[in-house]
């Protein structure tokens, strides 16, 4: 009689031996498949940035260096957080900063139409 419980248990050692075999395949293919890597700050933007709000956030960084990491990094953790839910356009940016204390100069250009061709101020008097 001693035998059917030794089968017993030898049944329940295989069991347990391929369970265990199956949980470490699994294991060996999660750690196989490739991790979803986390966005960087640039790909969060640009999918808030419409417009001319890289123009103004590029100005920004060439003109406050120390200062302009940070504030991108305050963006996009409230655009994480879920704070920041509509597009941000150039004007609203360039709005935003000023209030910070960061007057973005931008660079700026008077044109007109004339006989269906785009033309400078300064072009305008060069003629004349």
């Given amino acids: 009689m001693a035998e059917p419980v030794d089968d017993e248990l030898e049944r329940l050692k295989r069991r347990r031996l391929l369970e265990l075999q199956r949980r470490m395949q699994r294991e060996e293919q999660a750690e196989e498949e490739p991790q979803p890597r986390e966005k960087t700050p640039d790909e969060i ?24 990491p940070k504030v991108e990094e305050a963006i996009v953790e409230a655009i994480r957080a879920g704070r920041v839910r509509e597009r941000i356009d150039g004007e609203s940016l360039f709005q935003f900063l000023r209030q910070l204390g960061l007057p973005v100069r931008l660079q700026t250009s008077i044109r007109y139409k004339e006989h269906g061709e785009l033309k400078t101020i300064g072009q305008r008097l060069k003629e004349k």
């Fill in 45 to 68: 933007l640009s999918g808030y940035l419409v417009g001319r709000a890289w123009e103004v956030l590029r100005a920004a960084r060439a003109q406050f260096p120390q200062v302009m």
